[in-house]
């Protein structure tokens, strides 16, 4: 059944709960949205999502980090130690970022102005 909610068009289908509380993801929704072998899901108030799990590659910003941490004069072993440290900040601090962003989209979150950021013209 196809509805439409605050201008958002969506598709909704009743599925089964297994005794395992296994569910089957329409194929439909399945092709949608690309789904791999992962799903993640997300407790939004009383809502479940499940979308397709993001991919992590390992690479998100790893030149940037190895840049400073060569430029604090890491090398061999310290440098490796310390760019996995770095490197597995990196995901959570995104998504950090991402569900404060939903928040504030969604109007329960504290949000920043372009003001309160850069401040006003008349402050320059």
Do not use: H
Not at 7 to 35: A, C
Not at 107 to 121: A, L, V
Request: glycine share 8%; hydrophobic share 40%.
């Amino acid at each position: 059944m196809s509805v439409a909610v605050k201008g958002v068009s969506m598709d909704k289908k009743i599925v089964s709960i297994s005794s395992k509380r296994q569910i089957t993801i329409p194929l439909s929704y399945f092709s949608k949205l690309g789904f791999g072998n992962k799903a993640e899901c997300v407790l939004r108030g009383n809502e479940l999502v499940i979308r397709p799990a993001k991919e992590v590659s390992g690479g998100e910003f790893a030149e940037q980090i190895l840049a400073d941490l060569i430029s604090q004069g890491l090398s061999g072993d310290e440098l490796l130690k310390q760019f996995k440290l770095k490197q597995a900040q990196v995901r959570p601090a995104i998504e950090k970022l991402i569900a404060e962003a939903e928040d504030a989209a969604s109007g329960i979150g504290e949000y920043s102005s372009y003001e309160d950021i850069f401040g006003s013209e008349a402050d320059t």
